[in-house]
């Protein structure tokens, strides 16, 4: 495990999953991928924050994906029975992640969205896995703190989007940046709040 940096806390897990293991994510979302935007309300119009293809798939789905999530529980000490699906991302060439947070903030989510999001509660951290290299571009970047990830087939990122008294921490802002030579494969895991009330308890800021 390699410390990337400590505010955000980010660091970077090597060898974590095999060429084999990538291969076969990579095949099993290859089959289903679907053009995934994510956009960010400006005014009267809408700004495109992400130009990729994904595809979400439960963490029971077969035996390589329950194993990756036993893993990731090994990696984080997380309960990951509550909480999203994996996706698996394709960047292609150009393909990109504008400047953005993994969390909600859910005091300033609209209120027909509360419920849902509430129950599973916020994105207390991230794990990306990079599943390929990617010959130039792609890099993972934090602006607030100069942090340059690049991606490298094996890795995995993790850093907490939420700090210890459950506030959003703002300097977790990150991007992808394009791709400009090749394709980049990664696959997240959004860990949510709830079921982690024992594992990590909401503590004052100092702790």
């Not at 994105?123 to 890099?139: C, K, M, N, P």
């Not at 607030?144 to 802002?173: E, F, K, Q, V």
Request: charged share 25%; proline share 4%.
């Amino acid at each position: 495990m390699e410390q990337v940096g400590l505010n955000p806390y980010v660091v970077l897990y090597h060898d974590v999953i095999s060429p084999q293991e990538s291969a076969q994510l990579i095949e099993l979302a290859a089959s289903d991928l679907k053009a995934s935007g994510v956009f960010q309300a400006k005014g009267s119009t809408f700004k495109r924050l992400r130009t990729v293809k994904a595809r979400w798939i439960k963490k029971e789905f077969n035996e390589l994906t329950k194993r990756i999530t036993r893993r990731i529980r090994d990696m984080t000490g997380f309960d990951l029975k509550e909480g999203e699906k994996f996706q698996i991302i394709n960047y292609g060439i150009g393909g990109h992640y504008n400047m953005h947070k993994d969390y909600f903030n859910l005091t300033k989510i609209p209120y027909k969205e509360v419920a849902l999001a509430k129950h599973f509660g916020d994105r207390i951290a991230t794990v990306l896995f990079y599943l390929s290299d990617v010959e130039q571009g792609g890099a993972t970047v934090f602006p607030m703190s100069g942090y340059t990830i690049y991606p490298r087939a094996g890795t995995a990122l993790l850093w907490y989007n939420l700090h210890t008294d459950g506030h959003c921490d703002p300097s977790t802002l990150h991007a992808a940046c394009p791709v400009m030579v090749g394709s980049k494969w990664v696959m997240t895991e959004w860990i949510r709040e709830r079921g982690q009330m024992f594992i990590r308890p909401c503590l004052k800021p100092s702790a």
